[in-house]
């Protein structure tokens, strides 16, 4: 359990200034600061850095961890992001690890929808037509009636279930372990269910079990012409794997994420036919803010009631 606010490390260090304004006064005795984690000598003073107990790291500034040594009497970390597996091992012994499990709900499955819808029915084609002033009309593909398997069904991959349902899609559910009772399959099913999916969709941490999980025989499965989304970790889809397949022109993609990352200027994906990119912005919309404000406000409430904080991530 975290400790309450009576104990020695009592202050709070946030990415954002004034949440208090928006979301109500803090509990008394609690005493925050802000680090955004970019802006030139905005870090505290070592004795307040001293005194902080629980740490909201800044969103989408990857080398935040930096803050780290200099966090004496940290008890919690709360980060907002929902992939913390590289983060954890960073911590110090004793140092309570949660993440931003649900706060990208929402803008991930909204982006992964919107890479399927583009190539199903070929938006940049259309968008290169119309800078080119070409008027040039085809039939497409749909999302309607299509087969489609999401890898790693968790929050994320149900909130895109729900959106992929309302577009008339079929879904499968696939997971590290089979849950019968949910209809989820286990990824050792993956070979076998592949060979019947239009579209796969990768929402999948990246750990040593996950690291190439779709690599040239689960690619090798799909069925001609199939796409492959990934909006989860670039390195669960083996890059190499995917070349060869797009270059022949037998599979497409639509990636929010990349191995590597960032993509170089030069690499061959920017430019294999039938590839769909954009740089690791899935869970950046307009609504993570919010919902990032309301965990953040409730997280410091009990950190101050000393109560357990919401989204504990395992070490183990």
């Excluded at 001293?50 to 709360?78: E, F, H, I, T």
């Amino acid at each position: 359990m975290t400790r309450a606010v009576h104990d020695s490390a009592t202050d709070v260090l946030l990415p954002w200034p004034d949440l208090d304004r928006g979301h109500g006064a803090w509990p008394e005795g609690v005493r925050t600061h802000v680090w955004d984690g970019v802006t030139p000598d905005s870090e505290p003073d070592a004795e307040t850095l001293a005194r902080v107990g629980l740490w909201v790291m800044p969103y989408a500034v990857p080398d935040a961890v930096r803050l780290l040594p200099a966090l004496p009497n940290l008890k919690a970390v709360q980060s907002l992001s929902a992939g913390v597996e590289k983060l954890l091992p960073l911590l110090p012994p004793g140092v309570d690890l949660h993440n931003g499990r649900g706060l990208h709900d929402a803008s991930t499955a909204e982006h992964a929808l919107g890479l399927i819808l583009a190539a199903q029915r070929d938006l940049p084609q259309w968008a290169a037509d119309q800078t080119a002033g070409r008027w040039e009309p085809h039939f497409t593909r749909s999302l309607a009636d299509a087969r489609v398997t999401i890898v790693g069904y968790g929050s994320i991959g149900a909130a895109l279930e729900q959106r992929l349902l309302a577009c008339e899609a079929q879904v499968t559910r696939v997971a590290r372990r089979a849950r019968p009772e949910q209809d989820v399959h286990s990824v050792s099913e993956l070979p076998e269910l592949l060979r019947t999916t239009d579209i796969v969709v990768l929402v999948l941490p990246e750990t040593p079990e996950t690291e190439g999980l779709l690599g040239a025989k689960e690619l090798a499965a799909l069925p001609d012409g199939a796409l492959v989304v990934n909006v989860g970790r670039g390195r669960t889809l083996d890059t190499g794997a995917l070349l060869a397949e797009t270059a022949r022109g037998r599979l497409r993609a639509a990636l929010d994420v990349t191995d590597p990352e960032p993509l170089p200027a030069g690499h061959p994906l920017r430019h294999a036919a039938g590839v769909l990119i954009t740089p690791h912005v899935g869970g950046g919309s307009a609504a993570f803010r919010p919902r990032a404000e309301r965990l953040i406000v409730e997280q410091v409430r009990r950190f101050a009631a000393g109560l357990p904080l919401l989204n504990a991530f395992p070490r183990d």
